[in-house]
């Protein structure tokens, strides 16, 4: 369920933009869009520092997120806890709960950069949060956006002010900022999962949130990519758990992506990346909440490391839990998996997950690509059974 503007640009083929009504009153004040300190917008998704205010034709996001979903449960009645059994609600751009610290065309293209991201704190409504919560504390010296030494994208972490081992991160002013800025966003996620929960409230669909998979400075003392996208997360400070404790409030099941995913290779490019070791926190918040998973991965290379990268996440996830609720979502399949060697990898992987007793299975097609024959499409039901 999607309040997110899908694709990266208009040339892409699942290209959908924000509706046009949103998009005219976007034009109208440029502040419902986020903004960083180069006051560039990003048009992904609404800013949440208006959530509860009436700027969208006198409702407030917060309220259209709502009729949305409501609407879709009055429409599809008949089908929710049959043919729909879950529902995934989106909480920013992508999907996920997260800011858009880096734009998703920026990531699409170069998504093993180690960009370090902007603060997303720039249009007047973020700015009216921060001064108020900086007044509160009679620190108003500290309501100026983001804190100066954060950088640009690309700069290594150690040769700034802020994200450096020793910068102003752990500071008390860098507290402060990170508190409010992980803490806006944690506000928006309880928002929205609240409003669903209440709209599906007595039907029988999982529902789902998703976390983002920002791993590019897990290696190093503040985390800085974590920190931009949102997560409070450091060497010293656990920014997942609070996540999982919020969707476990409202009766979420948590999604992410990375399983896949190696130290070993994604270190060749970047030695301060760690997307196993950012898995594995998010793995372990959730266990610790009791909070049900669905496992995605991120890319689609189809060897056989990628598969056992798969199984070994899961079974780390899943060991020694009593009642485990498990599920991996297969994306960005495409007719390559019909491939002779990569369908045998592939049924493989499927058998080892049954045999395990490790999950549920589902699988997402790419736009316009089905399977190869309707032998293959038999093949497949066979092996999912």
Known sequence: MAFHQCGTCPDDPLWIPLPQWVIEDIKKDQDLAYSDRFGRRGMEY??????????LHGRSPIQAYADFMRHFRD??????????TGIQVGMGPGGELR????????????????ELGEFQCYDKYMLASQSACAGEIGMREWANGAPIGASNLMHNPE????????????TPYGEFFLKWYSGM?????????????????GIEVNLTGKVGGVHWHYGTPSHPSELTAGYYNTSIRDGLLPIARMFGRY??????ACFE???????????????????????????????????ENSTTTLDDKF??????????????????????????MDKNLFEYRNWVSFTWFVRQMSVSNIGRGRIGFGEGDAPASSSSAASMRAVLA
């Open 75 to 84: 429409t599809f009645r008949p089908y929710l806890g049959t043919t729909i």
């Open 307 to 332: 598969f056992e990268q798969v199984l070994k996440m899961s079974k780390f996830y899943l060991g020694g839990l009593d009642k485990p609720s498990f599920s991996f979502n297969f994306v960005r």
């Open 261 to 295: 995913m190696q130290d070993v290779e994604e270190q060749q490019v970047n030695p301060v990346s760690s997307p196993e070791g950012f898995l594995r926190q998010l793995l372990l918040a959730a266990r610790n909440c009791d909070l049900p998973l669905v496992g």
């Open 99 to 114: 800011y858009p610290s880096c734009p998703s065309l920026k990531l699409a293209r170069t998504w093993r950069s180690p």
């Open 159 to 170: 040769s700034t002010e802020f994200f450096r081992s020793e910068g102003s991160w752990n």
């Open 251 to 256: 009766g979420f099941t948590l999604c992410c």
């Open 185 to 201: 966003l944690l506000l928006h996620g309880e928002r929205v999962c609240k409003e669903a929960a209440t709209v599906f409230r």
């Open 46 to 55: 609404v800013s949440l520092g208006c959530d509860v205010l009436p700027i």
